[in-house]
């Protein structure tokens, strides 16, 4: 009989440092985003637009990752997002936050109402959705959880993203090619094993292996130094 596949080592590996959540804190490009979204509760539709064109990744990125496997097999996340995106627009009257923190968990409530229609329409006489699994439950609803178990680095470790800082990554992960996109995003941030991964994107775990190396070379260039340490 032949023995179960062995998941294949991963070489290269990004390592967040443990301040990197922080990184993006209490700075000016922070302080004048918060300015934006007051300016956004109050009605200038240009700081409208120009925060929900920063938050498009983040959101895509979300979707994809909270989003049940039955959904993604049946509904694009760029549908999802751009409906939230149109909610929010139409509803920015009705957000009462002052900061982009209080934004981002406003959208993210958005979202996972849209999700939830989403699931409901998609699964409605047909099974039970309660059996999907969430990968970001209990994680909270704003911001991003990055795990890391790097060779040469056994013990996993988690570093939390915040307001700018989540966007930050989301904005760099967003750019990769879409197979890169999903296999970092479901590795790094769903912390899903290479077999799963493999079964997601139709291919082989040492393929899938073979697409999160290529997405961490990436990311080392495209995320801004204070959110980086590369090993």
């Known amino acids: 009989m032949d023995s179960p596949p062995q998941e294949p080592e991963e070489l290269d590996a990004l390592v967040l440092p443990a301040a990197a959540g922080n990184a993006a804190r209490n700075t000016g490009s922070e ?7 007051l300016r956004a509760a109050a009605g200038d539709s240009d700081a409208v637009n120009a925060l929900l064109t920063r938050f498009r990744p983040y959101l895509r990125l979300m979707g994809g990752l909270k989003a049940p496997a039955i959904l993604r097999q ?5 549908d999802l997002v751009q409906k939230t995106l149109t909610d929010a627009a139409r509803g920015i009257r009705d957000f009462r936050g002052e900061t982009l923190e209080e934004l981002e968990a406003w ?3 958005i979202l996972d109402r849209n999700l939830l229609q989403a699931i409901r329409w998609h699964t409605a006489d047909k099974r039970d959705v309660r059996r999907e699994t969430d990968p970001l439950a209990g994680e909270g609803a704003a911001g991003l959880v990055w795990r890391t178990a790097a060779a040469g680095h056994p013990a996993a470790s988690h570093y939390a993203f915040r307001g700018e800082a989540a966007m930050l990554l989301a ?4 750019k990769l090619p879409h197979s890169q996109r999903v296999a970092v995003s479901l590795r790094y941030l769903a912390h899903q094993p290479l077999t799963a991964i493999a079964e997601t994107l ?9 697409l999160v190396r290529r997405g961490v070379e990436a990311l080392r260039i495209l995320l801004p130094r204070e959110l980086a340490e590369l090993s």
């Open 31 to 37: 302080k004048e985003l918060d300015a934006l979204v």
């Open 74 to 78: 049946r509904e694009d996340a760029s």
């Open 107 to 109: 959208l993210m409530r």
């Open 171 to 174: 904005e760099a992960i967003e």
């Open 202 to 210: 139709e291919t082989s775990p040492a393929a899938a292996a073979g």
